[in-house]
């Protein structure tokens, strides 16, 4: 400081690099720790997925619904926990015929979820089967199963490319006359037939 009692621009200066020298490190060791935080939580997933139990292998002699299916689905003494003294799903039969209309309601938790995994096996039964047109799906092959169920979630997903390309995601191959069906089925032909033409091509 002069004798004036000002200071000059250049002590001013100073003052503002060496303060940012200062402060640098500080930020670097701030991100360098939100990166292991991230890391570790990353790790912590991935050993999750390691440490799951292997998926059953299909059964050596599977069967193979070929024919059109029917659609007689049987929970025979269904019993299934995720954890063993956590009651969930206990002796449940359910009988549902060719052609029938079911509806499974409940409050969060309830097991709706874990009734569709079931049917899919994702999960695995604890005790009693579940038979479509009499055959057990732990006696099908999982590719064969999956092909008998047309699934709709909750959330919307739309992927990159065209409408065309959206409704024909689940089935390689699918022709013009199979889309406009599905298309049709769902109640979607007149919506996408009223879009204008550039959002039929992207």
Not at 28 to 40: E, G, L, P, R, Y
Not at 57 to 68: G, Q
Not at 77 to 100: C, K, T, W
Not at 156 to 175: E, H, P, S, V
Request: charged content about 25%.
């Amino acid at each position: 400081m002069s004798s004036d009692g000002r200071l000059p621009s250049a002590n001013i200066q100073a003052f503002i690099q060496y303060a940012r020298q200062f402060g640098q490190p500080l930020a670097q060791i701030a991100n360098i720790a939100n990166i292991i935080q991230s890391t570790i939580a990353s790790a912590e997933r991935l050993f999750e997925i390691l440490d799951e139990a292997e998926e059953e292998a299909d059964y050596p002699y599977a069967k193979k619904i070929i024919s059109h299916p029917r659609g007689h689905v049987r929970f025979e003494h269904l019993s299934f926990r995720y954890n063993a003294d956590q009651q969930l799903i206990e002796d449940m039969n359910i009988d549902v015929q060719p052609g029938q209309s079911v509806a499974i309601v409940g409050p969060t938790g309830a097991g709706k979820t874990t009734i569709v995994n079931l049917l899919m096996r994702f999960y695995e039964c604890g005790q009693g089967r579940i038979t479509i047109d009499g055959v057990d799906i732990t006696e099908m092959k999982r590719e064969n199963l999956h092909r008998l169920y047309a699934m709709v979630l909750q959330d919307t997903w739309l992927f990159q490319g065209t409408i065309r390309d959206n409704i024909a995601y689940g089935r390689k191959g699918a022709t013009k006359e199979e889309i406009v069906r599905a298309a049709k089925a769902a109640h979607a032909d007149h919506f996408i037939r009223t879009l204008p033409p550039m959002a039929m091509t992207r």
